[in-house]
């Protein structure tokens, strides 16, 4: 499985948090899967060093997971990308593919 972890950038600086992992899978059935997860937080406007701590500005979340069922098996794709405004305190955008309840992540 391989895994990365990045926060980039500095006090008053638009900030990136990405966080992937990918592998393969074995049902009870004895079904095969390959698969993979990806998260990206970008913040712009915030007034903290702290990414996670803001109350201003705007924050933008891309999450993806796949699940690739191998020699016939079922495959699952969900994803959902959203904006929210947190000067404003109010969502600006959702969009999703899939059903984003049904991301096991």
Known sequence: MDNALCFLGGYGTPRM?????????TGTDGTSYVFNYAFNLQLSGA????P??????????VDHFNLLGQAGAPSMKVSFRETFDFTNNRLVSFTSKGDPECDPI
């Open 17 to 25: 948090g990405i966080w992937k992992t990918d592998g393969t899978a």
């Open 47 to 50: 007034n903290s060093a702290d």
């Open 52 to 61: 996670f701590a803001t109350t201003t500005g705007v924050a933008t979340i």
